[in-house]
């Protein structure tokens, strides 16, 4: 690539020219804090239904390479691998890299709505995977916005775990709607989730803690795991210390409530 008059290539041309040989650097994917979920992308960005996301182009070590020629027009097999973790504003991706050794038989999906953050991560898992032959593979991002579409790409029952780390607080009491959790969208994860299917939530916003506490406490669905059960949750255990918004709250010495809910099964529910 030829450099501009000075020698000092541009953000896109220097993210360019490094895409696909070197671990990606975070100063040139730096986006906003945070985006407007109810106005952000456009439906015709989502996949209409699950059957029409391109899982094997997302995780190719779990698919032939003939599946992977097919697309997303190759009809889902009986059995096949499919996606049970989901990093819900996955950020930088640091989460997706601690669960990926640690559950090396999972899918897990990262999902982004800023795109030049979702695409950081791309590269990111890209360069692992280059890097350390045979690992990384079940570990992917893709760019969307979670609020409006994550039913587009999951069936009823699909995941078993659904992480929501440090979420925009939308201060303001008109911005409430746009949260993360809401009656609303917990109707969806308890549709998304299997029972005993588990949600994570972390903020070092107190008022954001005790909302999505109290949210999650009056769905009928939902019922908060006992201080024992946290301790013995792998995942759990590095909510405040595996992504960047964590690491950067300890090392300014913040606190971070955290709270981990199971999806249960009512008695009519089973029959």
């Not at 190759?74 to 049970?84: L, N, S, Y």
Request: include cysteine; aromatic fraction near 8%; proline fraction near 6%.
């Amino acid at each position: 690539m030829k450099k501009p008059k000075g020698g000092k290539l541009g953000i896109k041309e220097e993210r360019a020219a490094t895409a696909g040989r070197t671990h990606p650097k975070k100063r040139l994917y730096r986006s906003r804090a945070h985006s407007n979920p109810l106005s952000d992308m456009r439906a015709s960005d989502a996949p209409t239904t699950p059957a029409d996301v391109d899982w094997a182009a997302l995780y190719p070590a779990y698919f032939s390479s003939d599946e992977a020629a097919q697309g997303s027009s190759r009809a889902r097999q009986p059995g096949e691998p499919t996606v049970r973790f989901v990093d819900v504003g996955c950020g930088f991706g640091g989460l997706l890299v601690r669960l990926s050794p640690l559950f090396p038989d999972t899918l897990i999906l990262g999902m982004e709505l800023r795109d030049k953050v979702a695409l950081y991560v791309k590269e990111r898992v890209l360069a692992l995977r280059r890097e350390h032959a045979g690992q990384y593979g079940n570990v992917a991002c893709v760019r969307t916005n979670s609020q409006k579409y994550l039913p587009n790409f999951f069936r009823k029952g699909q995941l078993t775990k659904l992480f929501f780390l440090f979420p925009d607080p939308h201060f303001k009491v008109q911005n409430h709607r746009r949260r993360i959790i809401s009656p609303q969208l917990l109707a969806e994860y308890a549709y998304l989730l299997a029972p005993g299917g588990r949600v994570y939530t972390a903020t070092d916003v107190p008022e954001l803690g005790t909302w999505m506490a109290a949210r999650l406490d009056e769905h009928v669905l939902f019922r908060r795991l006992s201080e024992e059960e946290v301790a013995g949750d792998v995942a759990g255990g590095m909510l405040t210390s595996a992504t960047e918004e964590g690491m950067k709250v300890a090392r300014n010495e913040g606190q971070t409530f955290v709270a981990i809910y199971e999806r249960i099964q009512p008695v009519e529910e089973a029959a």
